[in-house]
């Protein structure tokens, strides 16, 4: 039996807090086989992983994929265009082929919110999202929490501004219910443009000014901007975005002297942080990187069965 | 033949008939009305406990033929029309082609003829191929029998070239049919913008979507005098916009639908059912409330199903990419008993109005009253039957309702176009 309380990570819905602890307690013990010399676990060794990818990741796709080599799963990677599923096959019946083919667990990207629901509905497996439209990503959520303790040794109490595309972002949809749930504040920050309709449904403060919004955060999380949208655009020019929502020196000059700035990637340098911040040691982005191959073994391990805590005895 | 309704409820507002008799139907028509009527030879249906209305009349349906004969056909729509009460529809012409010409509208009058089992009204497209550019054949649309022009499904997004449309019409007697969407607002939208498309990660479409082109389509109905009926409402702002209208003398009708009467977007949850994504979306629980008071008050006129049938497969895809729309010919009637005739909001006589009577005004099509002399297009409704809906209820070839699993109460049991069966004990007559 899952220690989860859910068979799936498809929202942060199917976790509590009780089960994101054990999650990020399982994956400080990956985290240290991570450093070790030989990196790989025999502890999923048979059962099978697919990672669905039918938008294009390079990040997030290795992440899973790495994580699941290090537990020994056999893991197949599966891509394809959005489009050539609405062309050719239906996600229905490619997540009822993958099913007869008797996967153990699937991680789905998909470009349409809901596709996980799909999945799960149509396959006898376990599903992790690995990111849903514009609607959830859970386990990146589930890393940041994890970076975020990492450095900060906490998670109740403090206080996260998520700046930048909030309504078209799954990973602001995860990590504003993410940061909730562990007793951590979120606000939103972004030009009422890319605020999404209800804000307050989340649970989120909202500020439009992030020079206002600044002192009190204990973390700067940068949301990125897609810079390849052009036709109406939700602000003038990435030039005037990054005078008001940019992370730059003089900002981080007035914030809390502790604060970090973390960014889900890949970072538009000049546009959400200026190159001098993200290369300074108050950004942790890459730990953020690291913490997800940790996390992700730690679901992997978690819903196939695994035992909180003793993983890498 | 002769026909004896034996011991029904007879309801008709407009004569102000509502009290238990007997009816004789006659080479489809009404030839008396009374009590202990008899006939020498014919056939006696009983009607004891049973309602006994004027035909109810459908102005919103896709007939999906010519084009999507997967989905539905004038046969199968007809049978899934009568199967719900309707002697008549009228047919949306966003087919494929679309019906913009009146060889294609006549297309569509000759196959009601041969395969239809009620009455088929064609509604005519606004604009050449719905492109919004250039005004489609309205006259002889008008010659060959369309009885209300719509750019039904996109809307007319010019306010200069629907004015000339609405000018333009006006000389053949027409009404306008308002599709009410703005497409720059809906940009994209797949849901009510608010709470469900935050809880969701969905495109929002926010109701200023449909206000803007309501208040728009009300002001160029002022302008050039046409007659303008506003499709699917479904939002208060919607409802607010029609009142005012009114109460200044502009000619002008509404419907709404049951969908957007009876649901609202908190049905749509993480399970992402695509039988919830209908164009307009499904608005707030307040829009729905607003909604009924404007039904039960007047300002809007009518029940409209917009019944949208879709094939399953492409139902079932993701949220975003599956079509819009629900079924609903078969549901409306029962829905309307169950939500609002048996607890007592609306009354059978107003029932009788905005399911038959005033559809029928609306589109200008000749009136039925339950009176001698007239057109023996009947109704006959058991208040207290119960319906299962499930997909195997469906008479029509899709069922994509969003509706599916409920338990309803009441439904039609007969219908009669002409005199003839349509539907007799709750069976299709084929």
């Known amino acids: 039996m899952s220690p989860l309380s859910s068979p799936h990570i498809m929202t942060m819905d199917d976790l509590n807090a009780e089960d994101i602890t054990t999650i990020l307690d399982t994956a400080e013990s990956f985290k240290e086989v991570n450093e070790r010399r030989i990196k790989k676990l025999p502890t999923l060794r048979g059962r099978t992983i697919i990672n669905l990818f039918l938008e294009p990741s390079t990040r997030t796709r290795t992440s899973f994929e790495i994580a699941a080599k290090r537990l020994s799963a056999d893991g197949i990677n599966m891509t394809g265009s959005a489009s050539a599923t609405v062309k050719g096959e239906s996600l229905r019946d490619t997540a009822k082929t993958l099913s007869a083919m008797a996967c153990d667990l699937i991680v789905v990207r998909h470009k349409y919110a809901g596709a996980p629901q799909m999945l799960a509905e149509c396959m006898d497996a376990h599903v992790v999202n690995g990111g849903d439209g514009m609607n959830q990503h859970p386990t990146q959520a589930l890393l940041d929490l994890f970076t975020i303790r990492q450095h900060t040794g906490k998670l109740e109490g403090l206080t996260v501004g998520i700046v930048g595309d909030i309504c078209h972002s799954r990973v602001a949809g995860s990590l504003v219910p993410a940061l909730r749930k562990v007793g951590a504040k979120p606000v939103i920050i972004a030009p009422p443009t890319l605020l999404p309709a209800r804000p307050d449904v989340l649970g989120a403060e909202v500020a439009t000014s992030l020079d206002e919004a600044l002192p009190e955060l204990d973390i700067a999380y940068m949301l990125r901007i897609q810079m390849e949208r052009a036709a109406g655009m939700p602000f003038p020019s990435l030039r005037e975005y990054a005078r008001f929502y940019g992370m730059n020196e003089t900002r981080l000059a007035s914030a809390k002297p502790e604060m970090l700035v973390m960014h889900p990637g890949p970072m538009n340098r000049g546009v959400e942080v200026s190159s001098a911040v993200a290369d300074s040691p108050r950004a942790i982005v890459l730990d953020q990187v690291n913490a997800g191959v940790a996390v992700r073994m730690a679901v992997m391990y978690l819903l196939l069965g695994g035992e909180s805590g003793g993983a890498a005895a | ?430």
């Open chain 2, 1 to 430: 033949m002769a026909l004896l309704l034996k011991n029904g409820r007879l309801v008709d507002p407009e004569v102000s008939l509502d009290e238990v008799a007997d009816m004789i139907v006659r080479d489809g028509r009404i030839v008396e009305i009374g009590q202990d009527l008899t006939i020498p030879k014919g056939v006696t249906v009983e009607c004891a406990e049973k309602i006994v209305v004027p035909g109810l009349v459908d102005l919103h349906t896709h007939l999906r033929e010519p084009g999507r004969e997967d989905e539905e056909t004038v046969a199968s729509g007809t049978r899934a029309a009568a199967h719900g009460g309707f002697t008549a529809v009228c047919a949306m012409p966003n087919t494929s082609p679309i019906c913009d010409t009146g060889s294609k509208v006549r297309f569509l009058v000759e196959r009601a003829v041969e395969t239809g089992v009620v009455r088929v009204h064609p509604v005519g497209s606004l604009t050449a191929k719905q492109d919004g550019e250039s005004i489609a054949e309205i006259g002889d649309m008008v010659a060959e029998g369309a009885v209300a022009f719509s750019d039904d499904g996109r809307g007319v997004q010019d306010a200069g070239m629907m004015r000339r449309v609405m000018d333009y019409a006006k000389a053949f007697g027409t009404v306008v049919v308002s599709h009410c969407e703005d497409e720059s607002l809906v940009a994209g939208g797949v849901v009510n913008e608010g709470v469900v498309s935050t809880r969701l990660g969905l495109l929002g479409w926010p109701a200023a979507a449909e206000e803007v082109a309501v208040a728009r389509d009300i002001r160029i109905a002022d302008l050039t005098g046409c007659r303008l009926h506003l499709a699917h409402l479904s939002t208060a702002g919607s409802a607010q916009l029609v009142r005012a209208a009114k109460a200044r003398g502009v000619l002008v009708t509404a419907e709404v639908t049951p969908h957007h009467l009876f649901l609202d977007e908190d049905a749509i949850d993480r399970a992402y059912d695509t039988n919830l994504k209908m164009n307009p979306p499904l608005r707030t629980t307040k829009d729905r409330e607003i909604l009924i008071e404007a039904l039960l008050d007047g300002t809007i006129d009518c029940i409209a199903t917009d019944h949208a049938p879709h094939a399953r497969h492409e139902k079932e895809m993701e949220f975003e990419l599956a079509p819009f729309g629900t079924t609903g010919l078969e549901t409306a009637l029962s829905l309307l008993i169950t939500h609002l005739v048996q607890p007592g909001r609306l009354a059978w006589p107003d029932l009788v109005r905005v399911m038959a009577h005033a559809p029928r005004a609306a589109f200008g099509l000749p009136a039925i009253r339950l009176e001698a002399g007239a057109v023996a297009d009947l109704t006959i409704i058991d208040p207290e039957a119960k319906v299962e809906v499930s997909r195997e209820w469906f008479v029509s070839k899709s069922s994509n309702s969003s509706f599916l699993g409920a338990t309803l109460l009441g439904k039609a049991t007969d219908v009669l176009v002409e005199g003839r069966f349509a539907l007799k004990n709750g069976k299709v007559v084929t």
